[in-house]
């Protein structure tokens, strides 16, 4: 029962944060542009975009939970969408990474900022 009360604001949480990041067009998985729209890159995007794939599995991992832990219909509801949302922000993360010529997985110790995404700029995304 714990874990549904705790899966429940963490769905939301990530619905929100999902509606955040899709108003605007998408980048496809080939484009070097970063988040900016500019083709020009530095470390904190590759840090940022590093960071965020995990971030953006975990949503995922949850929703996939609430599969079958969540009795609320609109939990399990609301999980296929997260899903749907998520999946192609890592795709974009990925590519970009891809064009860009970086690992997608951040160096050992959370990219040069600490462990987890305690990063500058992480908006206390911190999961250290």
Not at 24 to 42: F, K, L, V
Not at 61 to 67: F, K, N
Not at 86 to 96: N, S
Request: proline fraction near 8%; charged fraction near 10%; charge should be neutral.
């Amino acid at each position: 029962m714990r874990r549904l009360i705790l899966l429940i604001p963490a769905l939301l949480a990530a619905a929100v944060l999902t509606a955040c990041g899709s108003g605007g067009s998408s980048t496809g998985a080939t484009s070097a542009t970063s988040a900016t729209g500019s083709t020009d890159y530095n470390a904190a995007d590759v840090i940022f975009a590093q960071n965020m794939i995990p971030h953006h599995r975990q949503a995922i991992e949850m929703a996939d939970l609430a599969g079958t832990h969540a009795q609320n219909p609109e939990v399990k509801t609301l999980a296929p969408q997260i899903r749907a949302a998520q999946t192609p922000e890592i795709t974009t993360m990925v590519g970009w990474l891809t064009a860009w010529k970086q690992p997608t997985a951040p160096p050992a110790g959370g990219g040069g900022s600490g462990p987890g995404m305690g990063g500058p700029g992480m908006g206390g995304h911190g999961m250290n």
